[in-house]
């Protein structure tokens, strides 16, 4: 096929994420991707400055991530995870339970994000019926949240930037409280939990576990909070008998400039979410990690048993992957290269905020964004990024960037220099 042919069948028959069939957006033809640079049909290489979204953290065709998949194909690429195990996904699990917070000790390997958000509903859900407690079938979270596309990641997304109006009668109902007001690096003030605080207070009876993103609000607005807010949510979910979940799965390894979001608050969750950069980006694949004391109950109590096995659990090639990726990430101090990324980025774009086109200009960790005070037309604005040989995907009123790990300084610049003229161009 030609690469005609590909965009016509493609515009026809492929659905794209969040797209329309009859009035499909520009897509472009990818035809290679090496280091923090994706060629375009008829573009050339532009840096890809999303890490596919969130990703892709040690870059595209990575040696080592490519030769651990290669060496693991000659091996095997899959075997069933029911009464079968593997060198690949056991040696993954004590890599995660040795990295991620101690309380942390079980693994439970999935296929996607979003099915990890499930895994972790259904672990919180067991957990308070194998003790015998019926009506704690509720989740709480705060709003601007994202947690997937899933029936129940849906139900505990943002009520008005997510799905519910279209699903509503049909999606779980569960309780919103405010999002956090204090923002990170600013004063704290403990009024900030009172919404949450008080749905505790009066619902914590029903309510079987809180799920949020620690620090970083991803999809859901790349906002950034402060981390006493989880300080004071966890001894109010310990003083309420609520299970804690974080979803990790944009931040962890790294990304917000620790090695796991949830350090800036020196608080650890009862279950917590990891995927997107855990295989550097390599394929679906995702985990959710429980508690002794949450895998212990759901073990003892009830019909014992964790309940969801899917068919490519532990899958072998995305361990191999996986266990690359955490080389990569163990070979140079990701934290402090990101949380460096972040100071360009803040630096870099930061003037653009005295534009009066621009609502607000931050950065965290390997993440900068642009919030423009209206919403921005996505094609335009693509169209002029590729000019400046930059590949991004704004959305709303945010066009923003989180860059590969391993982008160099002088990349990191050319970046940040055509996110300016971008934006510049639209404040005209
Ligand atoms: N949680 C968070 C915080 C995410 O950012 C995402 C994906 N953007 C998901 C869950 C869902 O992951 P996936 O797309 O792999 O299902």
Request: proline content about 4%.
């Amino acid at each position: 096929m030609n690469s005609n042919q590909i965009l016509s069948y493609d515009r026809e028959h492929v659905w794209h994420p969040y797209a329309s069939m009859r009035n499909p957006s520009a897509v472009y033809e990818v035809t290679g991707a090496r280091g923090v640079r994706i060629s375009l049909e008829g573009y050339g290489e532009v840096i890809e400055g999303m890490s596919s979204w969130w990703a892709v953290a040690y870059g595209y065709n990575n040696p080592a991530i490519n030769a651990a998949i290669e060496g693991q194909m000659r091996k095997f690429s899959h075997v069933m995870f029911g009464g079968l195990t593997h060198e690949p996904a056991v040696r993954l699990a004590k890599r995660l339970v040795d990295m991620t917070p101690s309380r942390l000790q079980k693994v439970f390997f999935c296929d996607s994000g979003s099915v990890s958000v499930e895994v972790a509903m259904k672990m919180a859900l067991q957990y308070w019926r194998a003790r015998g407690v019926s009506n704690k079938n509720k989740f709480a979270t705060i709003r601007g949240g994202y947690h997937g596309d899933t029936w129940n990641a849906m139900s505990v997304c943002d009520p008005v930037n997510g799905m519910h109006t279209i699903f509503s009668g049909a999606l779980a109902v569960h309780y919103f409280a405010d999002r956090p007001k204090c923002k990170f690096g600013q004063p704290f003030d403990a009024s900030d939990f009172d919404s949450m605080g008080d749905i505790l207070e009066r619902f914590g009876s029903e309510i079987a576990a809180v799920i949020l993103e620690p620090v970083v609000q991803g999809a859901g607005g790349m906002y950034f909070y402060h981390p006493d807010y989880l300080r004071m949510l966890r001894s109010a979910c310990d003083k309420h008998g609520i299970l804690l979940i974080f979803d990790e799965i944009a931040t962890g390894f790294g990304r917000a400039g620790m090695t796991f979001a949830c350090q800036y608050a020196q608080v650890e969750p009862d279950i917590m979410c990891l995927g997107k950069a855990l295989t550097g980006g390599y394929m679906s694949f995702a985990a959710t990690l429980a508690s002794d004391a949450v895998a212990d109950t759901i073990s003892d109590g009830g019909v014992g048993l964790f309940m969801h096995g899917p068919t490519f659990m532990a899958n072998p090639l995305a361990c191999a992957a996986a266990n690359a990726a955490l080389d990569c990430f163990e070979s140079f101090d990701v934290p402090a290269r990101t949380r460096r990324i972040g100071e360009i980025l803040a630096d870099k774009l930061g003037p653009l905020a005295g534009l009066p086109t621009v609502a607000d200009v931050r950065a965290l960790g390997a993440i900068g964004v642009v919030e423009m005070k209206e919403p921005v037309d996505c094609a335009l604005v693509q169209r002029l990024l590729l000019k400046h040989g930059l590949w991004l995907r704004p959305f709303g009123r945010l066009i923003y960037t989180m860059p590969e790990f391993v982008i160099s300084d002088e990349d990191l610049l050319c970046l940040c220099s055509a996110m300016v003229a971008a934006v510049e161009e639209i404040s005209k």
